[in-house]
């Protein structure tokens, strides 16, 4: 295959050349170069994994018994289901209509280029939003953190926040004392949901989904801000354009009532602003560098979870220490973290401050979480495989982690000695029983990674306007369900697509790596490879710890929205290898046509 796409990619070799630049490989720049090559191959197996999982099956959420409507229960059909294979055919026909899109805005898309279209796609896509949220007219909540945390608001208008405080105590999920003690994360949710409805009144929940769209059309210039960090192709920026325009996941969950799309949108603006620290030098990489503190502190005060991201950054300015002889990148990114962590813990300070001196206990410790992730759920909702019997979803959400927390006393080392003698017991489980354990982790990687929605349409039907009433995307007796139903099988092929090419660009990226730059490397060859670095460190921190952690498909979905830029670089040089392939099909074309198509790919 031609470098094409890939050429900044795949340079690879680096080292300290003159004048700071990078050129022949010293010890140093032979270990980043090393390391480069294990991240990648490690990134590209844990993308392989995800490949094959969505390319044998597929996850629609079961329907309520009571009402009809969207649950949290999955239904995983395979290839090997008499009964499930026609939605996974269909699944095909949505990759061969995503494939027919790229390969159109490749050859002939030049409305395409240059930020005019970057700024229609951003516009467009919150206009679309917008549309959404206006359509819903949230009023209410039937999500269960939401409400819990909207009622302590109503409360706390009600009474003043201290009185959250006071009085005898109730269960975990109606006391704020037990509830923030356990979740002192959510104080962000709490505080800006006071703030909303102090501003907006009714309008509050409406107001947080318009926030959240907002910093979803952010994470869209991100998005288009790393592919351009990645590769100077023009046919990449438009098969980029194609698949960020293609995300509905992205967009829909900015209905839901919680933390997830606005974190996710200002995480990816973390990504983008350290990409461009990574391609620049002196104040100008400084500047970039320091201003994603804003984002990083922000996404992590909304959700905690997307320390993944700051944990990827860290990973990959390693290894381009190690390669370019400088640690100045490292250091400041570093730097970037601890003072985003730092600044993430205000919220709950201030809540702390506020309580009127209640003393907080300590919170739901990471082992404890974790151990919740490796054992068979007892909660909310069931899996099915193929029409199969119902059981518990694999590393799905219980009680037993805040079981075990309340049990503790709220302390966190007997929480960690409790998880660490159940995680023992987990691991020797899995060992005695290794079948047994490749299907739990089979059936886990499946409701993570293989539903084309990633639970979006289901938290969007959790709204509820003034009359209660829900939208219902599983009604396929409606005209509202068939269209929920066609953009299922869609990005069900979308899905694929994407993940397969980014896996394509990685496995070529990791082969090339340190072929043919014997020289200082230029500006934007560097920039290129450190973002796919970046990008890949990113995707591997989020499968490695979803392996472990809960299982939800929501929570995955910024990763594999991170992979987005990966997947446009690879799927641009694919679709240039098939028109070397088939060069008779471009002589058939008119001169003025094909150069009019052809012109910037």
Known sequence: MRAGDLECVAA??????????????????????????????????????VVLVVCLSTVWLMVGADDGNLTQSMSIRTWLGADTRLDLALGLVGAIVVLALCRLARSCGRMLDGPSATRALVVGTLLFQLLVILALQARDTYWGDSWMVSDFVDKALAGGVTSLFRGPYR??????????????????????????????????????????????????WALMSLVGSLTSS??????????????????????????????????????????????????AAAGWCAGSLVPLALALCVKATFVLFAIGAVLAWLVVALCRGRAWGLVGCVAVVACAHALSGLPFSALRAASGGYEFGEPLTTLNHIELGLRMGAGEFYVSVDGGVYEYAPGGWSNHANAVWQASGENADVQNEVATHELAADVLGFASHPLSAARFFAVKLATEWADPTYQSLYYLSMCGNAAGARVNPADESASLGIACARLTNLLDGYQTVTFAAALGLLVLACRRWGDGQDGPAPLEVRASRATALLLAAVFFTGFGCYLLWEAKAVYVLPFAIAVIPLASAGLSAALRYTNRLFPHRREARKPSTARGCERGC
């Open 171 to 220: 269960t975990l999920f109606y006391d704020a004392r037990l509830y923030f003690s356990c979740y002192p994360f959510q104080a962000t949710f709490f505080w800006l949901l006071y703030g909303l409805r102090l501003a907006f009144g009714d309008l509050a929940f409406m107001a947080f989904q318009v926030l959240s769209a907002l910093s979803t059309s952010l994470g869209v």
């Open 12 to 49: 690879g070799q680096t080292g300290v050349g003159r004048a700071g630049g990078e050129g022949r490989l010293g010890g140093a720049g032979r270990v980043g170069a090393a390391l480069a090559r294990v991240g990648l191959a490690m990134s590209a197996c844990c993308l392989g994994v």
């Open 234 to 283: 023009a046919g990449a920026r438009r098969v980029a354009w194609v698949l960020v325009a293609l995300c509905l996941p992205m967009y829909w969950l900015s209905t839901f009532l919680y933390g997830n799309a606005m974190g996710c949108g200002l995480a990816l603006a973390f990504l983008a602003m350290q990409a461009r620290a990574m391609g620049e030098r002196g104040r």
